[in-house]
């Protein structure tokens, strides 16, 4: 289809538009159809395209952003001028602070407002200045022959280097303009696909690598991002070394795996002081890993050397310094250094690995085996009853405060994709972000949502949307009608029962499913959990399984919470 006009032989503003995102491979279009963007929408659907409407802009770009993790191509979020664009901004800085490659395609009314000296306009301010902060590329379609331009820039931008989010402003004056145009180039053809590392460094990482006495790989979100998986397995399977998923890295390899040891478990502490190489992959090394510095990294081996993959050169040796940087894209750098690692030798690791890791699975079994059985339901045994329901590939999605540590301590992940705002703990995410994982795996796998009450009706309207798309996505709630990790921090500031407006009145969401279509369930029992599961997973459409669970632990016995404070509030809880 070329969607040139056949008397002028030009082709239309929006059409092209269309025509430079299906060449970067992109097949799917959010947001809200107002005659801004309905153009695009148009033109999208005509392609069958996925051309989903949220009910808010922010829930949509949550949705692309999911898109864009699980594809590992740039997504796009369409705004209606004014208003619909201003509810973009809360998705926009998640996706700065997240690096992902959303892009934003924002409606704007025509340039002569941008020039006009007038007050008052309605549905009118200048867009660009208020996402500028968060957006690594701001592009304005001035002229309409700039389409191409502007367009490849932003792509350029959210794909190089640390991927992350752009702008582009579409202005209503040229919804309707036509221009010739060549065909729309391959990506390849207009900026850098392949981001290769230098070869003598690859020597030099594989060189420290085969003299190791203990490497371990420390892994982060990036693996996802990139769809770096089979790369990283391979990786681990040359190296026969530890894999230490940061929290944002959970799941890159699943938890069951023989050389999976989580970041802060005692038996990745061990490692961590007994290796004398670090291979970091995908992680920003930042915070939640204690910057690869402080706390575990203290204690064993002092001169330990790190080796860092990592896309963009200006991160290297910021947050801790890197013995060899490894500048380049990890599904590139990987298998150039698995080649390199082929021409030597490599000693199989001590019988250690083997002890932790069996020391670990049998303390996170003995963990499991030991939820209680109370009523109210225990949040442990919650996530315990609810996981253990899921396929082994199902795609998991968190959200939530406390929820997340019951969670990470409660939820051993058998799946290789796991989507939560790591990098900025971004509430309310979750139920956007199950919904674009949805469309983007199609039928052949199951979403699952793990998420807080509170955290879940940030956009709860969006349950329609996933009823209208037919999406079976299942949304496991942990409910203690509280804002449950708020109540920690107001007991230790002003004392028990002294915290404000931390409790809220509660809901039945199994009925506000059924009010939209979905399936819903309602739990008080631990024994009514898995056959709530079980409806949930055959019913074939959206479903919610409500939890109730006893707030008081929820709230006040969160496993990990002492972990947390080591990196996050230090001193202050």
Not at 104 to 110: L, T, V, Y
Not at 233 to 257: F, H, N, Q, S
Not at 404 to 417: G, K
Not at 472 to 493: Q, S, T
């Amino acid at each position: 289809m070329t969607n040139i006009d056949s008397k002028s032989n030009q082709t239309s503003v929006p059409v092209r538009i269309i025509d430079l995102l299906e060449a970067e491979g992109i097949h799917s279009l959010f947001g809200i159809p107002d005659p801004a963007i309905q153009h695009l929408l148009r033109e999208a659907s005509s392609r069958d395209w996925d051309v989903v409407a949220p009910h808010h802009e922010s829930a949509g770009a949550f949705m692309a952003d999911a898109m864009a993790r699980m594809t590992g191509r740039p997504a796009v979020i369409c705004g209606n001028e004014g208003p619909g664009v201003a509810n973009l901004l809360p998705a926009a800085i998640c996706a700065s602070k997240e690096k992902i490659p959303v892009i934003f395609i924002a409606g704007q009314r025509a340039r002569r407002f941008d020039a006009r000296v007038r007050r008052s306009q309605f549905q009118y301010t200048h867009q660009p200045e208020f996402f500028r902060p968060a957006m690594k590329y701001v592009g304005i379609i001035e002229f309409a022959d700039q389409v191409d331009d502007v367009f490849h820039e932003a792509f350029r931008h959210a794909t190089s280097g640390t991927p992350g989010p752009v702008y582009i402003e579409l202005p209503e004056d040229h919804l309707d303009t036509k221009c010739p145009f060549l065909p729309a180039p391959a990506p390849e053809q207009y900026r850098v696909v392949r981001q290769l590392a230098d070869p003598q460094q690859v020597r030099a990482a594989a060189g420290l690598i085969a003299n190791a006495e203990l490497p371990i790989i420390l892994c982060g979100t990036g693996v996802h991002t990139s769809r770096g998986h089979d790369h990283l397995e391979t990786i681990a399977r040359r190296l026969k070394c530890p894999v230490i998923p940061t929290w944002g890295g959970r799941g890159a390899m699943p938890e069951t795996d023989s050389q999976v040891l989580p970041y802060a478990s005692a038996q990745a502490n061990e490692a961590i002081a007994a290796a004398d190489v670090v291979l970091a992959i995908g992680t920003g090394i930042g915070e939640p890993v204690h910057y690869g510095t402080d706390y575990h990294w203290k204690e064993g081996n002092k001169d330990r050397k790190w080796i860092y993959v990592e896309r963009d050169p200006l991160n290297i040796g910021v947050n801790r310094p890197i013995d060899v940087p490894l500048v380049g894209d990890l599904n590139d750098v990987l298998p150039q250094l698995v080649d390199e690692l082929k021409t030597l030798d490599i000693a199989r690791p001590s019988d250690q690995i083997d002890r932790w890791r069996s020391s670990f699975a049998a303390e996170r079994r003995t963990l499991l085996e030991a939820a209680p059985d109370t009523y109210p339901i225990h949040p442990g045994r919650m996530i315990l009853e609810t996981t253990k329901c899921l396929p082994d590939d199902a795609v998991i999605v968190r959200d939530g405060g406390c929820t997340s540590l019951w969670e990470f301590a409660y939820h051993e992940i058998r799946s290789r994709d796991y989507l939560w705002t790591s990098k900025f703990g971004h509430l309310g995410a979750g139920l956007p972000y199950a919904i674009g994982a949805q469309l983007a795996v199609g039928n052949s796998r199951r979403v699952c949502l793990i998420t807080g009450d509170s955290a879940f009706q940030f956009h709860i309207s969006e349950i329609e949307t996933a009823v209208r798309k037919n999406l079976p996505i299942v949304c496991v709630i942990n409910y203690d009608a509280a804002w449950g990790m708020e109540h920690v921090p107001a007991l230790m500031a002003f004392g028990e029962d002294q915290d404000t407006e931390v409790k809220w009145g509660g809901a039945r969401f199994d009925k506000i499913a059924g009010a939209y279509g979905a399936h819903g369930e309602y739990v008080e029992r631990t024994e009514e959990i898995a056959p709530a599961m079980e409806r949930a997973l055959a019913c074939g459409k959206t479903a919610i399984v409500q939890v109730a669970v006893d707030p008081k632990v929820n709230a006040f016995q969160a496993p990990n919470f002492a972990e947390f404070a080591t990196w996050y509030g230090t001193g202050l809880y």
